[in-house]
């Protein structure tokens, strides 16, 4: 099946950036999707790229695909402690409605 | 918007008895919705997909008489864990999605199962 890849722990200082790197199995992907998820909550949608963009960028954060290396990474600058969750990556393949989760990594920002 | 809820965020229960919970979205209707369940400190692993007034599809390992799934509108989707034991103990969440850009999938608060 699709298997898709994270580190798991990532610390930053407060006010740096921070890249969180994913890499997938699957070259049918059609979209690919960052959620942050806090302690005890749900899934928040940060953000998502279409599979033939190299870069999206929403404030913050900057998403770089880069689909020949199946190569994924979110990029939070001026990183804040607020930004401390655990961060996945997900996966929308061609032909499969659900989505296909990393193992998350867990970003803590030290003050 | 796409906002979608979850109930409850969080129940106990004894070993033995039946537990509902239920996934809304609040302001879409959801031609699709998922079930997750999430251990502790580990990814999601999705437990069924669900159409309106379809028979939900579950993924292989996942007990359909255990995990029962009612989508009965477009806008409410059940998770009945029938007969639970300890081992049911988990987070369990919802996402909902509709057909638009990104067929992006929205997800809920989640609930927390803990069975004694």
């Known amino acids: 099946g699709e298997d898709v890849e994270q580190s798991l722990f990532l610390s930053v200082r407060e006010g740096d950036s921070s890249v969180i790197n994913c890499t997938y199995t699957d070259s049918s992907s059609t979209y690919l999707y960052w959620y942050k998820q806090e302690p005890g909550a749900g899934l928040q949608l940060l953000t998502y790229i279409f599979s033939n963009m190299d870069m999206k960028q929403d404030q913050r954060l900057t998403v770089l695909l880069n689909k020949k290396d199946k190569h994924l990474s979110l990029r939070i600058a001026d990183t804040q402690t607020g930004d401390s969750a655990i961060y996945f990556c997900a996966e929308k393949v061609t032909g499969a409605n659900n989505l296909f989760f990393g193992t998350g990594t867990r970003l803590t920002v030290i003050p | 918007g796409a906002v979608v809820s979850q109930h409850p965020s969080r129940v106990i229960c004894k070993s033995g008895t039946s537990v509902k919970i239920e996934c809304r979205s609040l302001?879409?209707?959801?031609?699709?919705m998922f079930w997750y369940r999430q251990f502790p400190k580990q990814s999601l692993m999705l437990m069924a997909t669900?159409?309106?007034?379809?028979?939900?599809?579950?993924e292989q390992g996942v007990e359909k008489d255990k995990f029962l799934i009612n989508h009965a509108s477009l806008t409410l989707s059940t998770l009945t864990v029938t007969s639970a034991h300890p081992e049911d103990s988990s987070f369990y969440i919802c996402?909902?999605?509709?057909?638009?850009?990104?067929?992006?999938?929205?997800f809920g608060p989640g609930t927390r199962l803990l069975v004694l």
């Open positions: 669900s159409n309106e007034g379809s028979k939900a599809t579950y």
């Open positions: 996402s909902a999605s509709y057909q638009r850009e990104g067929e992006t999938q929205y």
């Open positions: 302001d879409f209707q959801a031609t699709t």
